[in-house]
């Protein structure tokens, strides 16, 4: 209670004294634990993270509908409604038909989810908000990643179904696995490409940068037809060509190279980018 004196002079009243150690505030214990997240929580954070930026980008029909619906649906257009009789007499033309249209459907969710969202929330300020926030590191590129590769994932089991029920390439569960697994760590290297773009392009002009590099990728890498020889020399600076080469060898097809160079150029693409953009990140925002 107040007395008198407290009344007469309200100097007299004195300041909360802080807390001297730990134990003073509600018997907190100041174990080398109580600072840091559980392993069950950590994970849980990036998988919260992953699911609502996956959500998001599902509800963006105009994300979502091509890259999810065109790659099995220009696969039937040319391989069974327009050359299926063709296809069905040459095994290696359904093959390379199917391994076209796969590597088509992983590139795009990579280099646009990452290429113009990034450049978009760069832009809007959401990624100096994401830093304020007590998310765990690298918890924002991770969900991006993890949504592409879910993406992926969708994209192959929509063009494998196709393909054995409609199509009639004749693939075994291992093939199927193997090809599966090829495209969705495919991914990756688009993912740094875009990534790229993205921190460096503004909102509007992230989109055109984009396109700059999709397009001639998907011609002339090869993704679709046999190139001329004055353009296969160059083919192999394209991710693309290196995805397909290890879908040919995924699909028991044959292919150029050997398996360990693609994988390498493939991971070496993946490393390099995704460093220069994070160095970015860390020195621009």
Same mark, same amino acid.
């Given at each position: ?8 002079? @309200? ?63 220009? =696969? ?57 926030? @007590?998310?765990? @590191? ?15 994932? &969708? ?5 494998? @179904? ?19 697994? &090829?495209? &969705? ?27 700059? &590099? =999709? ?9 679709? =037809? /046999? ?13 693309? =060509? ?11 097809? /044959? ?31």
């Amino acid at each position: 209670m107040m007395n008198a004196t407290s009344l007469e002079n @309200p100097n007299s009243f004195e300041s909360p004294k802080p807390f001297d150690t730990a134990e003073s505030f509600h018997g907190f214990d100041p174990s080398p634990l109580s600072g840091a997240m559980s392993n069950a929580r950590l994970l849980r954070a990036y998988l919260t993270e992953a699911r609502f930026e996956s959500l998001r980008m599902f509800r963006l029909l105009g994300f979502s509908l091509p890259f999810l619906v065109l790659p099995a649906a220009l =696969y039937l257009l040319f391989g069974v409604v327009l050359f299926g009789e063709a296809v069905r007499n040459d095994l290696a033309a359904g093959k390379f038909l199917f391994a076209a249209f796969a590597v088509f459907g992983v590139m795009g969710p990579g280099m646009f989810g990452f290429g113009a969202t990034v450049a978009s929330e760069r832009e809007q300020g959401l990624l100096t908000l994401k830093r304020a926030l @007590p998310a765990p @590191p690298g918890s924002y590129l991770l969900a991006k990643l993890l949504m592409t590769m879910l993406f992926a994932f &969708i994209v192959m089991a929509t063009m494998i @179904p196709s393909a054995l029920l409609l199509g009639h390439l004749p693939l075994t569960f291992a093939q199927c696995a193997s090809v599966t697994a &090829i495209h &969705i760590f495919g991914s990756l290297p688009f993912c740094a490409i875009g990534l790229v773009i993205g921190t460096r392009a503004s909102a509007k002009a992230s989109i055109a940068f984009v396109n700059l &590099i =999709y397009v001639p990728m998907m011609h002339i890498s090869g993704l679709f =037809y /046999p190139l001329p020889k004055f353009l296969r020399s160059i083919s192999p600076i394209w991710p693309s =060509y290196h995805l397909q080469q290890l879908a040919f060898a995924g699909l028991g097809a /044959p292919f150029y190279g050997r398996t360990a160079v693609h994988v390498a150029v493939l991971a070496g693409v993946t490393l390099v980018l995704t460093a220069l953009s994070i160095r970015r990140l860390a020195r621009v925002g």
